[in-house]
């Protein structure tokens, strides 16, 4: 393999210089070129947790790298935070594509920061890589560029939703919170429940996200008397709203069942003691007892002094791995004028990875079609109950079911078509 | 007992006062005259130290004053009382007092001062509970006058006691001030431009005018003199002065 | 009829707490004719100083509460005379400086919010005390925490107002408050009466950061929101009136709070400003602000 990879990029004659060096010295590396494959990253990187995952990227990038690189080459990663605003990430994405040339994105966190993404990378022709957004309009759209690896909301939202009405009941309140990963994780709940159950929600409201109050719809929610409250919200949100729960005297005995953010950190170290059994869908638990699980666990507490990572960070690595698996299938040239043609061969590469293990246990498959059957790659949602809150929370697993890939689909064609005629405009 | 001499001062860039000399003895009543614009309020500043002098002494009780502090000069005993509008509207009557009294330590001293007002201007009494802004303009000139008295100054500087009230209200005014001024031994120093009332109050008196002291003398002579008859006792000063071009008789 | 009430204790809590705040910002528009941008990162910094307190020293809340105050009310202090001094002295209100001192606040409320991030980081935080399940009487829940803020701020407001009227020093703060000029001459030293409000000011502000500590979390980004609503509170009650600043706080809090309840709760920002809208049209100078502010 290349002992001598290029650090640094942006000299034509010298990348050129090193590959064909590479080259002379690596007899038999067959479509391999020396070149530099450029990664842009950008992540939810506000919280200290964020940082740390955000590193991680970086750090397994390096990893590969010093394991002798992709087919003879090397990755190069930059990283931006997009603080979980879209404004922002459009700006990140906007970067990468026309200016640092990357040929592969990853990125957002937040749903309602990739979905803008999408539009800007499917007109700049640049693969997207979604580690974390959930919201099922990401893929609906039908960009032929984007490819997610966590759970779509259309299935997590119905594994919760089935258990919940099969286990606690189907009068059920719901607040969102406004961004679109909250939202739309509400809404596949209880449309679920209308669906299989007939039953309305007892209480639908959208809150606005950073809301510091949500007493008002808690106490209207307190006097309707629901058997589940689901919170749906980014984590500091849904604490907040578990907190004041119960501060407004809504039961115990009324189950708390959150969306996916439940599931990252900060949601059980500031909700403390309210957030014991609330039960939400990711596509991870550190509780797993699997070894491979267990071994991730261990990696993350060793080297990023996290000792209970959310699903946030087994997506990250998720991520860095699909993208491994579609660089050493995609046969790239990486000169300055094969940009274009690189980006279209990584593209259809992701397009062929199929029967990825996650770390959660769920399976991701793409396929090649601009479709949310072949773009959503994990189907496999794990049900998730706290048992102890506080900054040394306790999680255990209730449960996994995996879905057919249009599963929730149905009915959706005239939303899909809205959302393709915006993506083409 | 207060000696200026030479104080020159202004606002931002702009001199008002061009070298001013006077004196005020102990125990007198001097006025201070001159119409709208003449720097008549500026020297009341620079002398209570709300403004910095740019150049000349100030000495009270021969001591340098100028450029200190406000509340260290009211402390020394010299306090100015401000035009009528200048009360605390949200404040009692009696908190306005009080706070006249900032700089004393002495309570009962406070308290006993409080009734001498009342004394001198029985109307504040029966409204000292009263939140100033209920007052007529003639009680609040009273109010500020008392409130000075409070901090038992050995000279008080009056400034427009006489602005915009009625002339029989005017009168009782200053014959209170008259009695205070000997009963109390307190020396005061009278800016009006009320000329001719001013002068029937005072021993002695400076006219200012474009920022220097243009005449000066005893009242009596002051009130015949032909320059100071011509130029402003037509009644009150109103613009004598203040149009430096115009250029009247000397 | 339970959730009526239900609505009225969370209103007059939240709306105590908008009160203490606007209670600092109407006394520092009255103390040094400027309206205080950076006042809500006062109450953000309180906060988390009330944290810190708790995990430096493991003092009950209370008293850290009372030291939150202490430092918050330093902190205004060294604001005020390293970096407000020099434009005050210009003159505030609408003259240039008094424009010079809004852009001035807006500077320091950025700094100071970024003074916290280096300190605290963006991640909210969690306030360290629990107050447990709340006192159910029948139906209606009544956390201890809103006892805690109803208690504690109304020992704070009789404190101030028996400061205020009954001492000579709160004589002079009022005096300052209504003309600077005129109180030098009544032998009160002005320049240290200004810090005194600020710092009293800020210690209000903190008072409100570490009472609202336990039902919501405490983050850098607090203090705009607060801000807002305490401004609204300020001109509801009448800008400069202090019992008006906390009657308008209380107004804001059962209003928005009654309408977020009965109308659509998702628009609960919106109301306070509506209400603000209203009373200013129906009475321009707020509830109580026509004695009080006859400043020109």
Known sequence: MNRYPPKKTGNGVRNALLAFTAASLVAGASAASAGVIKVGVSLRMKTETGEKYGQMVADEFEAINAAGGVNGNTIEVKLLNDECKSDIGVANATKYAYQDNVHLFIGSSCSSVSLPIVDVLHKAGVPMLIPHSTNYKITLKGSPWVFRVPISSRFSAAAAAKYTAENIGTKIAYIWASDAASQADAQKFYEYIETYHGELPVYAEQFQEGELDLRAHLLKIKSLKP?????????????????????????????????????????????????????????????????????????????????????????????????????????????????????????????TVTGYVTLGGGVVDFCADATPECRDGNKTPVLIEYTKGGEDYELRVIGKTTFDADFGLAGMEEEAMKLRESLDN | MLSIRGVATGYGKVQILRGIDMSVSEGQIVALLGGNG?????????????????????????????????????????????????????????????????????????????????????????????????????????????RGLMARPKLIMLDEPSSALAPRIVLDIFS????????????????????????????????????????????????????????????????????AGTGLAH | MDLLLDFVIVGVSIGIVYGLVALGISLIFSGLDIVHFAHGELYMIGSFLGIAVISFTGVPYFWALIGAMIITGVLGVVVERVFYRRLTRGGGGYTVAGMGMIICGFGMSVALQNVAYLLWGAAPHPYPVSFGMPIFLGNIALPKSYLYILICALVLMTVLHTFLTRTKLGLAVRAVAYNKDTSYLMGVNVPVMISLIFGVACAMAAAAGVLIGPINYVQIEMGYLMLLKAFAAAVVGGFGSLPGALLGGILVGLFETLCAGYLIASYKDIYAFLLLIVVLMVRPTGLLGILVKVKA
């Open chain 2, 176 to 243: 209170i001030v008259n009695r205070i001024s000997r009963n109390e031994g307190i020396t005061i120093l009278l800016v009006e431009q009320n000329v001719r009332m001013a002068l029937l109050l005072a021993e002695y008196g400076y006219v200012i005018r474009d920022g220097v002291i243009h005449i000066e003398g005893d009242s009596r002579d002051l009130i015949t003199d032909d320059n100071v008859r011509l130029a402003y006792l037509g009644g009150t000063v109103t613009d004598a002065g203040a149009d």
């Open chain 2, 38 to 146: 003449t720097g008549k309020s500026t020297l009341l500043k620079a002398i209570s130290g709300l403004l910095p002098v740019w150049d000349g002494a100030i000495e009270f009780e021969g001591e340098p004053i100028q450029n200190r502090r406000p509340n260290e000069i009211v402390k020394r005993g010299l306090t100015q009382v401000t035009q009528g509008k200048d009360m605390y509207p949200a404040m009692s009557v009696e908190e306005n007092l009080r706070i006249g009294a900032y700089t004393r330590r002495d309570r009962a001293g406070v308290t006993a001062d409080i009734g001498k007002v009342f004394d001198y201007f029985p109307v504040l009494g029966e409204r000292r509970r009263q939140l100033a802004a209920t007052l007529s303009g003639g009680e609040v000139q009273m109010l500020v006058i008392g």
């Open chain 1, 227 to 351: 058997e589940a409250l689901m919170i749906s919200a980014q984590s500091q949100d849904f604490a907040r709203g578990l907190v004041q729960s119960y501060e407004v005297g809504i039961p115990p005995s009324v189950k708390r069942i959150g969306g996916s953010a439940a599931s990252n950190r900060p949601a059980p170290i500031l909700s403390g003691d309210a957030i014991k059994g609330v039960f939400f869908h990711a596509a991870f638990s550190f509780a797993d007892p699997d070894p491979k699980v267990q071994e991730f666990v261990k990696m993350t507490a060793e080297r990023y002094g996290v000792a209970n990572p959310d699903h946030d960070f087994s997506q990250a690595w998720d991520s860095v791995h699909v993208a491994r698996v579609a660089f050493e299938r995609a046969d790239l040239a990486l000169t300055d004028d094969s940009l274009a043609a690189d980006r279209a061969a990584i593209r259809d590469a992701l397009g």
